[in-house]
Structures are given as structure tokens and as C-alpha cells.
């Protein structure tokens, strides 16, 4: 019912930002972000519920999510090289899914990689 395109992906300096944009067809009560490095589990980063915000702690103060009306906008800075990794994209179909971290509807994903 829902389907999610992530765009903005790709190489950045350390300290530099990115900008990542979600578009989506279908409706939604919430979406988000998680990302996930080779070897490691995957993270959640990002959640907007209509225009409250929320971010996990390793991200809390560089990235900034906004956007809800069938779309958002992760913004990424002071990038580090551990904030390499696949971004995804993410929708909840409900505010709860949203609140316990259960997406239904996931991207395909675009690559973030930090190096000089």
C-alpha cells in the first residue's frame, strides 16, 4: 500500500552534511529513518509524527528529520565515518508501530559513506 524511494545518498568528508529525501506514495501515520553498517545491527535514527520529532541518541543534535505529508527530509550533519552506512527510509501504520519501533513499510535504501 505503501511504497518509499530514498534519494541523496553518497560521499561525504567528515564534518560535512547530507541531505536525504523519502518520497512515498500511500498514507502513512508516521515515518522514519534506520540505517544499517556491514556487520552491524541495524539502528534506528529518525521518527516524525505529524511534526513531532524524535532521534536516537547517537544522532540526537547533528540530524534533523521534518516533512509528513507523504514525504520527508533527514538532514545530516557533522558526518561521521561511523555514520557510514544504508539509510532507509521507513512508514508506520500506526502511531504505536511508530512508538515501538515497528515499521511496516520499508525503501530500498540509499548508501551514506564518511571518508576523506
Known amino acids: 500500500q505503501v511504497q518509499l524511494v530514498e534519494s541523496g545518498g553518497g560521499l561525504v568528508q567528515p564534518g560535512g552534511s547530507l541531505t536525504l529525501s523519502c518520497a512515498a506514495t500511500?498514507?502513512?501515520?508516521?515515518m522514519g529513518w534506520y540505517r544499517q553498517a556491514p556487520g552491524k545491527e541495524r539502528e534506528w535514527v529518525a521518527t516524525i509524527i505529524g511534526s513531532t520529532t524524535y532521534y536516537g541518541e547517537s544522532v540526537k543534535g547533528r540530524f534533523t528529520i521534518s516533512g509528513d505529508d507523504g514525504s520527508n527530509t533527514l538532514i545530516l550533519n557533522s558526518l561521521q565515518p561511523e555514520d557510514t552506512a544504508m539509510y532507509y527510509c521507513?512508514?508506520?501504520?500506526?502511531?504505536?508501530?511508530?512508538?515501538?519501533?515497528?515499521?511496516?513499510?520499508w525503501g530500498q535504501g540509499t548508501q551514506v559513506t564518511v571518508s576523506t
Open positions: 521507513v512508514a508506520f501504520s500506526t502511531i504505536m508501530a511508530a512508538m515501538t519501533s515497528r515499521p511496516d513499510y
Open positions: 500511500g498514507s502513512a501515520s508516521a
